[in-house]
Protein backbone atom coordinates (compact mmCIF):
# COMPACT_ATOMS: atom_id res chain seq x y z
CA UNK A 1 0.00 0.00 0.00
CA UNK A 2 1.44 3.31 -0.69
CA UNK A 3 2.39 5.80 2.17
CA UNK A 4 -0.03 8.52 2.93
CA UNK A 5 0.51 11.43 1.45
CA UNK A 6 0.75 14.75 3.49
CA UNK A 7 -1.40 16.65 2.02
CA UNK A 8 -4.10 13.94 3.09
CA UNK A 9 -2.30 13.87 7.10
CA UNK A 10 0.70 11.73 6.26
CA UNK A 11 3.99 12.25 7.37
CA UNK A 12 5.93 14.69 4.57
CA UNK A 13 8.81 13.35 2.65
CA UNK A 14 10.95 15.74 4.13
CA UNK A 15 10.64 18.34 7.39
CA UNK A 16 14.46 20.50 6.98
CA UNK A 17 15.23 23.14 4.78
CA UNK A 18 17.22 23.00 1.36
CA UNK A 19 20.54 25.18 1.01
CA UNK A 20 20.09 28.59 1.71
CA UNK A 21 20.92 31.22 -1.09
CA UNK A 22 23.24 33.16 -1.10
CA UNK A 23 26.19 31.41 -0.11
CA UNK A 24 29.10 33.63 1.71
CA UNK A 25 31.49 33.93 4.21
CA UNK A 26 34.57 36.25 5.81
CA UNK A 27 35.43 36.74 2.09
CA UNK A 28 32.65 38.91 1.21
CA UNK A 29 32.58 40.42 4.94
CA UNK A 30 36.32 41.67 4.52
CA UNK A 31 35.88 42.82 0.66
CA UNK A 32 32.81 45.16 1.93
CA UNK A 33 34.52 46.91 4.70
CA UNK A 34 37.73 47.17 2.64
CA UNK A 35 35.50 49.17 0.28
CA UNK A 36 33.92 50.83 3.14
CA UNK A 37 36.75 52.07 4.28
CA UNK A 38 38.39 52.94 1.33
CA UNK A 39 35.98 55.89 0.56
CA UNK A 40 35.73 54.61 -3.07
CA UNK A 41 32.22 53.64 -3.52
CA UNK A 42 31.83 54.50 -6.81
CA UNK A 43 32.92 52.68 -10.49
CA UNK A 44 34.80 55.83 -11.60
CA UNK A 45 37.32 55.81 -8.11
CA UNK A 46 38.21 52.31 -7.40
CA UNK A 47 39.48 48.88 -8.99
CA UNK A 48 36.65 46.43 -7.56
CA UNK A 49 34.42 46.54 -10.68
CA UNK A 50 36.88 47.58 -13.13
CA UNK A 51 38.62 43.98 -12.16
CA UNK A 52 35.30 42.29 -12.13
CA UNK A 53 34.76 43.25 -15.51
CA UNK A 54 38.17 41.88 -16.64
CA UNK A 55 37.72 38.54 -14.83
CA UNK A 56 34.26 38.01 -15.59
CA UNK A 57 34.92 38.56 -19.44
CA UNK A 58 37.98 36.17 -19.54
CA UNK A 59 36.09 33.80 -17.89
CA UNK A 60 33.46 34.05 -21.10
CA UNK A 61 36.01 33.90 -23.43
CA UNK A 62 35.01 37.74 -24.40
CA UNK A 63 37.36 40.59 -24.93
CA UNK A 64 35.55 43.16 -22.88
CA UNK A 65 32.64 43.21 -20.14
CA UNK A 66 31.50 46.32 -19.07
CA UNK A 67 29.20 46.18 -15.50
CA UNK A 68 25.84 48.11 -15.44
CA UNK A 69 23.18 48.06 -12.28
CA UNK A 70 21.13 45.32 -13.55
CA UNK A 71 20.35 42.85 -16.35
CA UNK A 72 17.31 44.31 -17.73
CA UNK A 73 19.65 47.57 -18.44
CA UNK A 74 22.31 45.39 -19.86
CA UNK A 75 20.14 44.08 -22.16
CA UNK A 76 18.85 47.72 -23.05
CA UNK A 77 22.21 48.96 -23.63
CA UNK A 78 23.28 45.97 -26.32
CA UNK A 79 20.12 46.73 -28.18
CA UNK A 80 20.93 50.40 -28.40
CA UNK A 81 24.97 49.98 -29.12
CA UNK A 82 23.31 47.58 -31.98
CA UNK A 83 21.41 50.68 -33.48
CA UNK A 84 17.85 49.23 -33.15
CA UNK A 85 15.59 52.39 -33.26
CA UNK A 86 12.34 53.38 -33.25
CA UNK A 87 9.74 50.58 -35.98
CA UNK A 88 12.73 47.98 -35.88
CA UNK A 89 11.79 44.60 -34.68
CA UNK A 90 13.47 41.63 -32.16
CA UNK A 91 12.88 38.64 -32.05
CA UNK A 92 12.16 37.53 -28.75
CA UNK A 93 11.19 34.15 -26.95
CA UNK A 94 7.32 34.97 -24.79
CA UNK A 95 8.77 31.99 -22.22
CA UNK A 96 11.23 34.30 -20.16
CA UNK A 97 11.24 37.10 -17.70
CA UNK A 98 9.84 40.57 -18.61
CA UNK A 99 12.67 41.97 -19.40
CA UNK A 100 14.05 40.41 -22.55
CA UNK A 101 11.14 42.01 -24.23
CA UNK A 102 10.64 45.10 -22.39
CA UNK A 103 14.05 46.11 -23.05
CA UNK A 104 13.25 45.93 -26.42
CA UNK A 105 9.94 48.63 -26.26
CA UNK A 106 12.58 50.81 -24.35
CA UNK A 107 14.36 50.69 -27.17
CA UNK A 108 11.09 52.07 -29.27
CA UNK A 109 11.48 48.91 -30.99
CA UNK A 110 9.12 46.08 -31.37
CA UNK A 111 9.48 42.46 -30.27
CA UNK A 112 8.01 39.44 -32.23
CA UNK A 113 7.21 36.70 -29.79
CA UNK A 114 8.66 33.25 -31.52
CA UNK A 115 7.78 29.92 -30.00
CA UNK A 116 9.84 27.23 -27.87
CA UNK A 117 11.16 23.65 -28.30
CA UNK A 118 8.85 21.99 -26.43
CA UNK A 119 12.00 19.67 -25.16
CA UNK A 120 14.57 22.66 -25.07
CA UNK A 121 12.16 25.02 -23.16
CA UNK A 122 14.45 27.71 -25.71
CA UNK A 123 13.36 29.25 -28.55
CA UNK A 124 12.57 27.35 -31.57
CA UNK A 125 14.91 27.70 -34.43
CA UNK A 126 12.87 26.52 -37.44
CA UNK A 127 10.17 29.22 -36.03
CA UNK A 128 12.68 32.16 -36.17
CA UNK A 129 12.99 32.71 -40.08
CA UNK A 130 9.50 32.43 -40.68
CA UNK A 131 8.76 35.72 -38.12
CA UNK A 132 11.85 37.82 -40.23
CA UNK A 133 10.67 40.92 -41.59
CA UNK A 134 12.79 43.43 -44.01
CA UNK A 135 11.92 45.21 -40.64
CA UNK A 136 13.81 42.62 -37.78
CA UNK A 137 16.98 43.68 -37.22
CA UNK A 138 18.25 41.43 -33.75
CA UNK A 139 17.60 37.85 -32.34
CA UNK A 140 17.60 37.55 -28.48
CA UNK A 141 18.08 34.13 -27.74
CA UNK A 142 17.63 33.18 -23.62
CA UNK A 143 19.59 30.36 -22.30
CA UNK A 144 16.56 28.79 -20.40
CA UNK A 145 16.82 27.65 -17.02
CA UNK A 146 20.85 27.72 -18.06
CA UNK A 147 21.05 25.22 -21.44
CA UNK A 148 22.22 27.02 -24.10
CA UNK A 149 20.17 27.80 -27.19
CA UNK A 150 20.65 26.24 -30.44
CA UNK A 151 23.62 28.80 -31.11
CA UNK A 152 24.95 27.27 -34.34
CA UNK A 153 21.71 27.44 -36.08
CA UNK A 154 20.73 30.85 -34.81
CA UNK A 155 24.02 32.36 -35.78
CA UNK A 156 23.55 31.19 -38.77
CA UNK A 157 20.38 32.41 -39.40
CA UNK A 158 21.89 35.81 -38.35
CA UNK A 159 24.23 36.18 -40.93
CA UNK A 160 22.19 35.17 -43.75
CA UNK A 161 19.75 37.92 -42.73
CA UNK A 162 22.52 40.32 -41.11
CA UNK A 163 20.93 40.14 -37.88
CA UNK A 164 22.83 41.58 -34.87
CA UNK A 165 22.16 38.70 -31.81
CA UNK A 166 22.50 39.26 -27.93
CA UNK A 167 22.21 35.89 -25.78
CA UNK A 168 20.43 36.88 -22.66
CA UNK A 169 22.42 34.89 -20.40
CA UNK A 170 20.56 35.61 -17.13
CA UNK A 171 20.40 31.78 -16.34
CA UNK A 172 23.72 30.85 -18.15
CA UNK A 173 26.47 32.00 -16.12
CA UNK A 174 29.16 29.61 -16.84
CA UNK A 175 27.05 27.57 -19.25
CA UNK A 176 29.02 26.11 -22.55
CA UNK A 177 27.54 25.25 -26.50
CA UNK A 178 30.22 23.06 -27.72
CA UNK A 179 32.94 23.95 -25.11
CA UNK A 180 32.48 28.11 -25.74
CA UNK A 181 30.85 29.93 -22.81
CA UNK A 182 27.60 31.62 -22.83
CA UNK A 183 28.08 35.31 -23.57
CA UNK A 184 30.64 34.93 -26.14
CA UNK A 185 29.23 33.16 -28.99
CA UNK A 186 26.38 36.09 -30.18
CA UNK A 187 27.39 40.03 -30.58
CA UNK A 188 26.97 40.61 -27.14
CA UNK A 189 26.05 38.52 -24.10
CA UNK A 190 23.87 40.10 -21.33
CA UNK A 191 23.95 38.61 -17.44
CA UNK A 192 22.04 39.35 -14.51
CA UNK A 193 23.55 39.18 -11.00
CA UNK A 194 19.80 39.89 -9.13
CA UNK A 195 19.68 37.80 -6.01
CA UNK A 196 18.48 34.73 -7.50
CA UNK A 197 21.22 34.41 -10.09
CA UNK A 198 23.71 31.78 -9.56
CA UNK A 199 26.14 34.83 -9.35
CA UNK A 200 24.44 37.67 -7.19
CA UNK A 201 25.55 40.49 -5.91
CA UNK A 202 21.57 41.57 -4.80
CA UNK A 203 21.01 43.81 -8.47
CA UNK A 204 23.60 44.32 -11.04
CA UNK A 205 23.78 43.21 -14.80
CA UNK A 206 27.08 42.95 -17.17
CA UNK A 207 27.56 43.39 -21.24
CA UNK A 208 30.14 40.84 -22.75
CA UNK A 209 31.18 41.42 -26.30
CA UNK A 210 34.19 40.70 -28.81
CA UNK A 211 33.72 43.65 -30.93
CA UNK A 212 36.16 46.60 -29.68
CA UNK A 213 33.32 49.06 -31.35
CA UNK A 214 30.31 47.57 -29.83
CA UNK A 215 32.28 47.77 -26.39
CA UNK A 216 33.09 50.95 -26.77
CA UNK A 217 29.15 52.02 -27.67
CA UNK A 218 28.28 49.94 -24.74
CA UNK A 219 30.94 51.76 -22.03
CA UNK A 220 29.34 55.20 -23.38
CA UNK A 221 26.13 54.60 -22.96
CA UNK A 222 26.41 53.43 -19.84
CA UNK A 223 28.40 56.19 -18.29
CA UNK A 224 26.46 59.33 -19.76
CA UNK A 225 27.36 59.23 -22.82
CA UNK A 226 31.37 60.25 -22.09
CA UNK A 227 33.92 58.47 -24.45
CA UNK A 228 37.34 56.96 -23.72
CA UNK A 229 39.53 59.43 -22.75
CA UNK A 230 37.37 62.39 -23.22
CA UNK A 231 36.72 64.84 -20.82
CA UNK A 232 34.44 64.38 -17.68
CA UNK A 233 31.71 67.00 -19.03
CA UNK A 234 31.64 65.56 -22.67
CA UNK A 235 28.78 63.89 -23.31
CA UNK A 236 28.43 62.48 -27.18
CA UNK A 237 25.27 60.55 -27.38
CA UNK A 238 22.19 60.38 -25.48
CA UNK A 239 22.90 58.38 -22.51
CA UNK A 240 22.59 57.80 -19.09
CA UNK A 241 24.50 56.60 -15.32
CA UNK A 242 24.09 53.35 -15.14
CA UNK A 243 27.15 52.14 -13.42
CA UNK A 244 28.10 49.07 -11.40
CA UNK A 245 29.34 50.75 -7.82
CA UNK A 246 32.30 49.21 -6.27
CA UNK A 247 30.66 47.27 -3.32
CA UNK A 248 28.44 45.23 -5.94
CA UNK A 249 31.97 45.27 -8.03
CA UNK A 250 34.04 43.44 -4.79
CA UNK A 251 30.58 40.96 -4.08
CA UNK A 252 30.82 39.60 -7.20
CA UNK A 253 34.90 39.11 -7.55
CA UNK A 254 34.18 36.92 -3.99
CA UNK A 255 31.46 35.33 -5.33
CA UNK A 256 33.12 34.92 -9.26
CA UNK A 257 35.17 32.43 -6.77
CA UNK A 258 32.82 30.23 -5.80
CA UNK A 259 30.93 30.06 -9.13
CA UNK A 260 33.01 26.96 -10.91
CA UNK A 261 32.64 24.38 -7.50
CA UNK A 262 28.99 25.33 -7.54
CA UNK A 263 28.54 24.58 -10.76
CA UNK A 264 29.65 20.91 -10.60
CA UNK A 265 27.51 20.01 -7.88
CA UNK A 266 24.44 21.58 -9.44
CA UNK A 267 25.45 20.34 -12.70
CA UNK A 268 25.96 16.82 -11.21
CA UNK A 269 23.38 16.94 -9.16
CA UNK A 270 20.36 18.30 -11.98
CA UNK A 271 21.74 15.56 -14.11
CA UNK A 272 21.07 12.77 -11.63
CA UNK A 273 18.09 14.54 -10.59
CA UNK A 274 16.85 14.29 -14.40
CA UNK A 275 17.48 10.54 -14.88
CA UNK A 276 15.66 9.38 -11.64
CA UNK A 277 12.98 11.60 -12.37
CA UNK A 278 12.25 10.67 -16.40
CA UNK A 279 11.65 6.78 -15.26
CA UNK A 280 8.68 8.00 -13.40
CA UNK A 281 5.66 7.93 -16.02
CA UNK A 282 4.65 11.87 -17.30
CA UNK A 283 7.42 13.37 -15.96
CA UNK A 284 9.81 14.90 -18.53
CA UNK A 285 13.33 16.79 -17.88
CA UNK A 286 13.77 19.04 -19.88
CA UNK A 287 16.04 17.83 -22.81
CA UNK A 288 20.03 18.00 -22.09
CA UNK A 289 21.08 18.77 -26.11
CA UNK A 290 24.75 16.99 -27.23
CA UNK A 291 25.82 20.37 -27.94
CA UNK A 292 25.63 20.98 -24.36
CA UNK A 293 28.94 20.57 -22.58
CA UNK A 294 28.01 22.68 -19.21
CA UNK A 295 24.80 23.21 -18.23
CA UNK A 296 24.04 26.06 -15.98
CA UNK A 297 21.15 24.94 -13.73
CA UNK A 298 19.49 28.19 -12.68
CA UNK A 299 16.38 26.23 -12.87
CA UNK A 300 16.10 22.26 -13.20
CA UNK A 301 12.82 21.91 -15.14
CA UNK A 302 10.11 19.31 -16.32
CA UNK A 303 7.12 18.77 -18.05
CA UNK A 304 4.32 16.58 -16.63
CA UNK A 305 2.13 14.72 -18.99
CA UNK A 306 -1.31 14.49 -17.00
CA UNK A 307 -2.91 11.81 -18.96
CA UNK A 308 0.10 9.71 -18.17
CA UNK A 309 1.00 11.31 -14.57
CA UNK A 310 -2.90 10.55 -13.96
CA UNK A 311 -3.54 14.00 -12.25
CA UNK A 312 -3.21 18.00 -13.14
CA UNK A 313 -0.22 19.65 -12.89
CA UNK A 314 -1.91 21.64 -10.44
CA UNK A 315 -2.58 18.45 -8.19
CA UNK A 316 0.90 17.51 -8.53
CA UNK A 317 2.59 20.38 -7.42
CA UNK A 318 0.19 21.11 -4.43
CA UNK A 319 1.24 17.52 -3.33
CA UNK A 320 4.62 17.41 -4.02
CA UNK A 321 5.04 21.00 -1.75
CA UNK A 322 2.88 19.23 1.22
CA UNK A 323 5.75 16.50 1.25
CA UNK A 324 8.29 19.35 2.03
CA UNK A 325 9.74 20.06 -1.77
CA UNK A 326 9.74 23.87 -3.23
CA UNK A 327 8.34 23.53 -6.22
CA UNK A 328 5.97 25.62 -8.57
CA UNK A 329 4.38 25.87 -12.05
CA UNK A 330 6.57 28.55 -13.38
CA UNK A 331 5.53 31.77 -15.78
CA UNK A 332 1.35 30.93 -15.67
CA UNK A 333 1.01 33.13 -18.62
CA UNK A 334 3.47 33.84 -21.72
CA UNK A 335 4.87 37.64 -22.02
CA UNK A 336 2.25 38.45 -24.62
CA UNK A 337 -0.03 37.67 -22.63
CA UNK A 338 1.04 40.56 -19.89
CA UNK A 339 -1.35 43.47 -18.92
CA UNK A 340 1.03 45.84 -20.63
CA UNK A 341 1.37 43.50 -24.06
CA UNK A 342 -2.87 42.92 -23.59
CA UNK A 343 -3.32 46.58 -23.17
CA UNK A 344 -0.07 47.90 -24.96
CA UNK A 345 0.73 49.90 -22.18
CA UNK A 346 3.95 51.31 -23.33
CA UNK A 347 3.71 54.65 -22.21
CA UNK A 348 5.95 57.18 -24.10
CA UNK A 349 7.59 53.73 -26.02
CA UNK A 350 5.46 54.06 -28.84
CA UNK A 351 7.62 53.79 -31.98
CA UNK A 352 7.11 49.63 -32.38
CA UNK A 353 3.58 51.61 -33.67
CA UNK A 354 5.70 52.71 -37.30
CA UNK A 355 6.30 48.79 -37.77
CA UNK A 356 4.30 47.72 -41.01
CA UNK A 357 3.12 44.63 -38.95
CA UNK A 358 1.30 46.80 -36.53
CA UNK A 359 1.42 44.38 -33.99
CA UNK A 360 -1.46 43.57 -31.81
CA UNK A 361 -0.18 41.24 -29.20
CA UNK A 362 -4.24 40.36 -27.98
CA UNK A 363 -3.93 38.33 -31.64
CA UNK A 364 -0.16 36.14 -31.01
CA UNK A 365 -0.17 32.36 -30.23
CA UNK A 366 2.64 30.74 -29.09
CA UNK A 367 0.99 27.31 -28.78
CA UNK A 368 4.46 25.56 -26.87
CA UNK A 369 4.69 28.20 -24.58
CA UNK A 370 1.17 28.14 -23.81
CA UNK A 371 1.31 23.87 -23.27
CA UNK A 372 4.16 24.86 -20.41
CA UNK A 373 2.26 28.19 -19.18
CA UNK A 374 -1.10 26.28 -18.39
CA UNK A 375 -0.76 22.49 -18.59
CA UNK A 376 2.93 21.04 -18.32
CA UNK A 377 6.00 23.24 -16.94
CA UNK A 378 7.51 23.39 -13.42
CA UNK A 379 10.37 25.33 -11.67
CA UNK A 380 12.64 23.98 -8.84
CA UNK A 381 15.41 26.51 -7.88
CA UNK A 382 18.85 26.57 -8.71
CA UNK A 383 19.84 26.38 -4.71
CA UNK A 384 18.41 23.08 -4.20
CA UNK A 385 20.78 21.52 -6.50
CA UNK A 386 23.43 23.05 -4.24
CA UNK A 387 22.64 20.13 -1.50
CA UNK A 388 23.21 16.44 -1.14
CA UNK A 389 22.64 13.67 -2.62
CA UNK A 390 20.10 12.82 0.39
CA UNK A 391 18.54 16.16 -0.90
CA UNK A 392 17.88 14.96 -4.58
CA UNK A 393 16.63 11.35 -3.24
CA UNK A 394 14.40 13.01 -1.11
CA UNK A 395 12.91 14.80 -3.85
CA UNK A 396 12.69 11.77 -6.35
CA UNK A 397 10.98 10.30 -3.20
CA UNK A 398 8.64 12.98 -3.16
CA UNK A 399 7.84 12.59 -6.76
CA UNK A 400 7.23 8.96 -6.39
CA UNK A 401 5.15 8.84 -3.28
CA UNK A 402 2.83 11.40 -5.37
CA UNK A 403 2.60 9.40 -8.36
CA UNK A 404 2.12 6.21 -6.63
CA UNK A 405 -1.24 7.83 -4.80
CA UNK A 406 -2.23 9.34 -7.91
CA UNK A 407 -5.58 6.83 -7.55
CA UNK A 408 -6.51 8.49 -4.18
CA UNK A 409 -5.65 11.76 -5.74
CA UNK A 410 -7.80 11.72 -8.43
CA UNK A 411 -11.06 11.27 -5.84
CA UNK A 412 -10.27 14.22 -3.95
Not at 134 to 148: E, Q, S
Not at 181 to 193: A, L, Q
Not at 330 to 341: D, I, N, S
Not at 348 to 362: A, L, V
Amino acid sequence: MAEKLAIHGGKPVRSEPFPAWPVYGPEEERKLVEVLRSGKWGKQDGQEVATFERRFAEYCGARHGIAVNNGTISLQIALLAAGIKAGDEVIVPPYTFLATASAVLMCNAMPVFVDLDLDTWNIDPKRIEEAITPRTRAIIPVHFGGLPADMDAIMAIARRHNLIVIEDAAHAHGAEYKGRRCGSIGHFGSFSFQSSKNLTCGEGGIITTNDDELAAQCRSIHNCGRVAGGPWYEHHVIACNYRMNEFQGGLLNCQLDRLDDQIKTREANGDYLAERVRRIPGIIPQVRTGECTRHGYHLFLVRVDPAQLGMSRETFVNAVKAEGIPISPGYPFPLYRQPMFMNAAFGPYTGYQTSGRGMNYREVRCPQTETLCYEQGIFMVQQLLLGTRKDMDDIVAAFEKVYENRAELAKS
